[in-house]
């Protein structure tokens, strides 16, 4: 990062400008880049990659929602009450109540606007993740990130948008009163100025940047991070550089199933269809379907910092759906195994696994119950041939950020509003409380969506009308 965080606009040399800029092009800046072209303002996503992709880009890219007409058109009766009731369930009222009823409101609204106003293909997926009452993931056919970013970026250049790819915010220009004029970037090596009426950050969080993650999240300080590598908590950066106020700034998601020294996560879903994780000594260590954003402290804190996901041809024939995984079965990434004997063979683990595997069988056929406390529902018992994939725990993404209210708008240290400022996505305190036992599945991109799409909603009001 170069330059200050914050600079005078009487150092600014405009060269260009837009009604509205947005700084990165995950799933947040694209969501407020259609929402704000709708509002019919000029608007340019600036994004320090190629091709827009992100965070969102590295997940399965599920959204959750209530009430949304696709869970109605299944007989699902969801409710922003219920919807709700979970997630502050999961971080146990850590959040603001108000703002958690909000977000979840939008939910449903945001996603028939992206489906029907911007054709992004959204439909209800058929995962239950823990700790939700319901269904209400939606996603892609493919179950991937990308296919969201593909889809997001294609409808973005529809609408008008324009976009400064391979450029990097350095520095914001902003007044004593924190009205931002514009941003300084750099591309190609050179920098410029660019004016704006309203800025939204959606520049992720600060996964990626090592010293921030060791100052804010110790527990993670050694783990691998599976994230995209522009979240250096630039907007954390600009935030203190204008006196905003931060919340839980040690949230964070982080995930139980990133391949052992390889950039390749594993899809959760085969622990939701029955399968399990043992350490080395072949045997189990938690309920694995308990909270999927703590698995990775379970994980780390195993014998060498890994396990093991043993999980069967029935689930594997289910994780076809998700073309990642297909990618990797593909060049060899997953053991089989057609006996437990030879299961403990390719892995290396004691004879003790078999004796976990008959454990496990017998409580997902309702002959026992689970010792660690598991409910095997809707899954069934584990049967040759068997699967393995050798795992550790990594941070997935920073969940604190600037304080914003219900419009995206950043908060100073007083709580007063930033005349033109909004943030949302990582860039935003999330709603998961503080460290990760809050984080609900989906979350992330939650919020993303619907801050994104409100933050655009009321940036491009606030330009045209003191145009």
């Given at each position: 990062m170069s330059g200050p965080a914050v600079i005078s606009p009487d150092q600014a040399r405009f060269g260009d400008e837009a009604e509205v800029v947005i700084v990165g092009a995950g799933a947040c800046g694209l969501c407020a880049a259609l929402a704000a072209r709708d509002g019919q303002a000029d608007v340019l996503v600036i994004e320090r990659d190629?091709?827009?992709?992100?965070?969102?880009?590295?997940?399965?890219?599920?959204?959750?929602?209530?009430?949304?007409?696709?869970?109605?058109?299944?007989?699902?009766?969801?409710?922003?009450?219920?919807?709700?009731?979970?997630?502050?369930?999961?971080?146990?009222?850590?959040?603001?109540?108000?703002?958690?009823?909000?977000?979840?409101?939008?939910?449903?609204?945001?996603?028939?606007w992206l489906v029907d106003k911007h054709a992004i293909p959204l439909s209800l997926q058929n995962e239950l993740y823990a700790g939700h009452s319901l269904y209400r993931m939606h996603g892609t056919i493919g179950c991937t990130g990308g296919e969201v970013m593909d889809a997001l970026y294609d409808a973005s250049k529809k609408a008008g948008v324009r976009f400064a790819l391979e450029t990097v915010v350095d520095s914001l220009f902003a007044d004593s009163n924190g009205r931002i004029a514009g941003v300084r970037v750099t591309s190609e090596g050179q920098q410029r100025d660019i004016a704006c009426g309203a800025l939204i950050l959606a520049s992720s969080g600060?996964?990626?940047?090592?010293?921030?993650?060791?100052?804010?999240?110790?527990?993670?300080?050694?783990?691998?991070?599976?994230?995209?590598?522009?979240?250096?908590?630039?907007?954390?950066?600009?935030?203190?550089?204008?006196?905003?106020?931060?919340?839980?700034?040690?949230?964070?998601?982080?995930?139980?199933?990133?391949?052992?020294?390889?950039?390749?996560?594993?899809?959760?879903?085969?622990?939701?269809?029955?399968?399990?994780?043992?350490?080395?000594?072949?045997?189990?260590?938690?309920?694995?379907?308990?909270?999927?954003?703590?698995?990775?402290?379970?994980i780390l804190a195993q014998p060498g910092g890994f396990a093991w996901s043993i999980y069967d041809q029935q689930i594997e024939d289910n994780l076809a759906k998700y073309v990642p995984y297909v990618?990797?079965?593909?060049?060899?990434?997953?053991?089989?195994?057609?006996s437990a004997d030879e299961l403990c063979a390719i892995t290396g683990l004691p004879p003790a696994l078999k004796d976990t595997?008959?454990?496990?069988?017998?409580?997902?056929?309702?002959?026992?119950?689970?010792?660690?406390?598991?409910?095997?529902?809707?899954t069934k018992p584990l049967t040759a041939p068997f699967k393995a994939v050798k795992v550790t725990g990594s941070l997935y993404h920073t969940q604190g950020g600037l304080e914003v209210d219900a419009q995206g708008r950043v908060l100073k240290a007083d709580r007063s509003p930033f005349p033109n400022l909004f943030a949302g996505g990582g860039a935003a305190r999330g709603i998961s409380g503080a460290g990760c036992a809050g984080y609900l599945a989906g979350n992330g991109l939650l919020t993303a969506s619907v801050y994104g799409r409100l933050a655009g909603t009321a940036a491009a009001a606030q330009t045209l009308t003191s145009a």
């Open positions: 190629a091709v827009p992709r992100g965070t969102t880009a590295m997940s399965i890219g599920l959204i959750p929602a209530a009430n949304t007409r696709f869970q109605r058109d299944r007989g699902i009766n969801d409710s922003v009450e219920l919807f709700a009731g979970d997630i502050l369930k999961r971080n146990n009222g850590q959040t603001d109540i108000d703002r958690v009823h909000h977000i979840v409101r939008e939910s449903a609204p945001t996603i028939e600060f996964a990626a940047n090592r010293e921030m993650v060791t100052k804010h999240i110790p527990a993670m300080a050694k783990a691998g991070a599976y994230c995209h590598h522009g979240a250096q908590g630039d907007a954390v950066r600009w935030g203190e550089g204008l006196g905003a106020a931060l919340g839980d700034i040690t949230a964070y998601q982080s995930h139980g199933g990133l391949m052992v020294d390889r950039p390749v996560s594993v899809p959760w879903a085969h622990i939701l269809r029955g399968g399990i994780q043992v350490n080395a000594t072949g045997k189990r260590f938690s309920d694995e379907t308990s909270n999927y954003a703590e698995r990775a402290l379970d990618d990797f079965l593909k060049v060899g990434l997953v053991l089989s195994a057609d595997l008959r454990e496990v069988q017998d409580a997902a056929a309702g002959k026992s119950k689970d010792p660690l406390g598991r409910t095997f529902r809707d």
